[in-house]
């Protein structure tokens, strides 16, 4: 069992040379080969009790304990054992604080990523201008299919008039719906460009305001990191 026992402020230093002293007496009547002593352990139990041994004290398992030279100056400070919970608690925040230490580092590459890519508004406007124009030729295709279905569906509506008041051929009426479908397809895909086209200069418009900072001297991952502009497409969609 340690040796501990409760002393005064005014008897601190009298006690640790003592206990050093029989440290010491102890080494010297040890067994060949035996271990010293690592320091002399203090702490205050639970009931306010000044606590010292030769080895770290059981009472004060869950405080910290200071471990003294023999000389009584600070050798090392003995941290509290962690109970279960405290120990998945630390973990947890040391996970925390290591995920956030990765996403600022992160922060800091697209940053300066971003201003390799970007040297100045030109630059990012020509890259705004080639991710539009892949949108707009999807658009200018569709508004040229349009075209081309109204053609083709003039000669099927003309066909239609001698048949007024009377049930249209199975093969003319198959060939009007997919008329109508293919007219449907190609409107809903030029609404679905069009709130590309918006999406679109949103982003850049999120990105160069972040930019411009950046340019002005904002320290890369200091600002919150914008949603990266889209790359332009190699072609257009159909």
């Excluded at 340690?2 to 002293?21: D, F, K, N, W, Y």
């Amino acid at each position: 069992m340690p040796a501990m026992m409760p002393i005064s402020a005014s008897a601190t230093r009298l006690g640790l040379l003592a206990l050093a002293v029989a440290c010491q007496l102890a080494a010297a009547q040890a067994p060949k080969g035996a271990s010293a002593p690592a320091g002399i352990y203090t702490c205050t139990d639970d009931k306010g009790r000044r606590l010292t041994s030769d080895r770290p004290i059981p009472d004060c398992t869950h405080k910290e304990q200071r471990v003294l030279n023999q000389d009584g100056s600070l050798k090392a400070v003995r941290p509290p054992t962690l109970t279960l919970e405290e120990r998945a608690a630390k973990e947890a925040l040391e996970r925390k604080a290591a995920e956030a230490r990765a996403a600022q580092a992160d922060a800091v590459r697209r940053d300066r990523n971003l201003m390799s890519r970007y040297p100045d508004q030109a630059a990012h406007d020509k890259a705004r201008m080639a991710a539009l124009d892949t949108v707009k030729l999807a658009m200018r295709a569709s508004s040229l299919r349009l075209e081309a279905l109204g053609l083709d569906r003039k000669p099927l509506l003309d066909e239609a008039e001698f048949y007024a008041g009377k049930p249209l051929p199975i093969a003319l009426k198959s060939l009007l719906d997919a008329n109508d479908a293919a007219f449907a397809a190609q409107r809903s895909a030029m609404q679905t460009q069009e709130a590309e086209l918006a999406r679109i200069n949103r982003l850049y418009d999120a990105e160069l305001a972040h930019l411009k900072r950046l340019w002005a001297g904002a320290q890369p991952g200091s600002l919150p990191q914008p949603a990266p502009a889209p790359a332009a497409a190699s072609r257009p969609a159909r």
